[in-house]
């Protein structure tokens, strides 16, 4: 179903609804269409769609409700670059959350969550954002003031920039109820999936019809009300998605293609069991990198002049610039490794109200802004999220499943042997190294000029955790694995392992005792299954 179809979906009797579930050959078509020939997933599903629809009406009553599911995202490769302009490569998965909304005839949005560790939560559309409040979301979310690591907040970021996009409409309230198996602060983006749920409810129960990519863009500028100053990626891939098939896409303009995903490999992932919520305290962490890259681009712009027309990281490439790597690296060297805010004032003094509203966004890192590390890993990353498609297209599993190893490198702090024994990991990029590059870009020999491929180089964003480099280095020695990296914003959550299908259990035994047993944690690690992205269900 396209999104005009599903927005155009009508709200049905709670107890019809049910009914259709539990009874309708449609209603099983349906959901083949979105999960595919896996009766167990088709199951419990279909148990937590009842669930969700009985505590509606235990709540609510007997009303008019639509029925929405919006799938988990993973990235298996482009982390940290949606923003820049770079590619990502997603799979929409069989973890969900589920919205049940009925409109109201007030202004009232009232909140309800299947799970009891979500507090209730109700508030006015009207005295939030009343006309006068409207048409300027950068203003709004800048003069607002949100309670950090509220639950409600993503409800409210969907809701207050559909009204922010629609100024003349008042738009109605609703009777809402979550349900969601996707793990929290994992990297699966629960929290976007929150988003994407929402706004499909406002736009269906008011009527109003908007493109796949407006929905988008609302949906990721909405986010920012949170505090984070992410892209519209996770969005995209959760509107976008289609089973079985790799969204690979990006922005600026907006592209997408869609690549079969080989059904003799699959994915697993490996909750960490380590939170780190945008929300709270990691949130100030994201935006520093944010910033750095910012400050990269000013910094390159300064220094190379011809570059001024650069607006996005992704276009310092050696194709956009027709230019050999041994310049790009070039680039690089004229960045500082690190640098402090007093410095960047003085080095930077035509960006100085830029730099002030970038510092509003996080605290200051105490050993300076990384620059040049946190931008060889974006321009590196923009370029194996842009390549990895002939592999995926080849068929050449394991030059993919390089390519995670190095995209991992590049957030690792630290590294595990054998024995179990870490070290740190020194992801500095320093004039040697550099150097080092320049000569081998520029030599005749093809294994230096295979080390000096911009893709191969990690950079050093450095957002991950010693929990998930002990996971991918752990499941890098086990048969059957291809590749292995973090997803979504780091700090902890999920590792995502590329496997050969018929090795998948064997790797997940290995890693259960490995990594969950010695930690006395329950074992969060499963075999990802490709699913439709999100909408509302008819029947």
């Given amino acids: 179903m396209d999104l005009e179809d599903s927005l155009r979906t009508q709200s049905m009797n709670v107890n019809l609804l049910i009914n259709s579930i539990k009874n309708s050959d449609e209603m099983e078509n349906q959901l083949r269409n979105i999960y595919g020939e896996d009766l167990d997933l088709i199951r419990e599903r279909k148990n937590a769609y009842l669930n969700t629809l009985s505590y509606f009406k235990k709540t609510f009553g007997e009303g008019k409700v639509i029925l929405i599911r919006t799938p988990a995202r993973i990235n298996l490769m482009g982390v940290h670059i949606e923003h820049r302009g770079g590619y990502t490569n997603y799979l929409s998965i069989g973890k969900e959350i589920i919205t049940v909304a009925e409109k109201r005839d007030d202004n009232r949005v009232i909140i309800r969550n299947v799970d009891k560790k979500y507090p209730a939560r109700e508030f006015n559309i009207q005295e939030e954002i009343p006309p006068e409040k409207r048409g300027d979301w950068i203003k709004f979310i800048k003069e607002t003031k949100i309670v950090p690591g509220d639950w409600s907040n993503y409800v409210r970021a969907a809701i207050f920039a559909l009204q922010n996009r629609f100024p003349k409409i008042n738009l109605k309230g609703m009777n809402l109820i979550f349900n969601g198996n996707i793990p929290p602060s994992a990297g699966l983006s629960s929290s976007s999936a929150m988003v994407v749920a929402t706004a499909l409810a406002v736009l269906n129960l008011n009527k109003l019809v908007i493109s796949r990519e407006e929905l988008v863009r609302l949906c990721g500028e909405g ?246 480099d002990f996971i991918v280095d752990t499941a890098r020695r086990i048969k059957g694995v291809l590749g292995a990296g973090l997803t979504g914003g780091g700090l902890g959550g999920c590792v995502l392992i590329l496997a050969k299908k018929d090795k998948a259990e064997e790797i997940i035994n290995q890693i259960t005792r490995e990594y969950y047993h010695p930690r006395n944690l329950k074992p969060a690690i499963d075999i990802c299954i490709p699913v439709e992205g999100a909408g509302i269900l008819s029947f």
């Fill in 223 to 468: 986010e920012w009300y949170v505090g984070t100053r992410g892209g519209w990626g996770d969005h995209a891939a959760m509107v976008y998605g289609k089973r079985n098939y790799i969204s690979h896409l990006r922005f600026f303009p907006f592209e997408i293609n869609f690549i079969p995903f080989p059904s003799e490999f699959c994915v697993i992932s490996c909750n960490s069991l380590v939170e780190a919520s945008k929300s709270v305290g990691a949130k100030s962490i994201f935006n520093e990198r944010v910033a750095t890259y910012e400050i990269a681009l000013m910094f390159i712009k300064k220094n190379f002049p011809f570059l001024k027309r650069i607006r996005y990281l992704r276009d310092i490439n050696c194709d956009y610039l027709k230019k050999g790597e041994d310049f790009i690296y070039k680039i690089l060297k004229s960045l500082p490794e690190k640098i402090t805010r007093k410095e960047l004032l003085r080095e930077l003094p035509e960006h100085e109200n830029e730099l002030k509203e970038l510092f509003k966004t996080h605290k200051e890192p105490e050993r300076g802004y990384k620059v040049r590390a946190v931008c060889l890993f974006g321009l590196a990353e923009c370029e194996r999220a842009k390549i990895c498609v002939k592999f995926l297209e080849n068929g050449e599993m394991e030059k993919f499943g390089e390519l995670m190893y190095i995209s991992h490198n590049g957030d690792r702090v630290v590294s595990y042997n054998e024995e179990g024994k870490k070290r740190a990991w020194d992801n500095s990029v320093d004039d040697e190294k550099l150097n080092k590059l320049i000569e081998d870009a520029r030599s005749k020999d093809p294994e230096r000029l295979m080390q000096a491929r911009l893709y191969r180089q990690p950079g050093g964003y450095g957002c991950s955790c010693e929990e998930l």
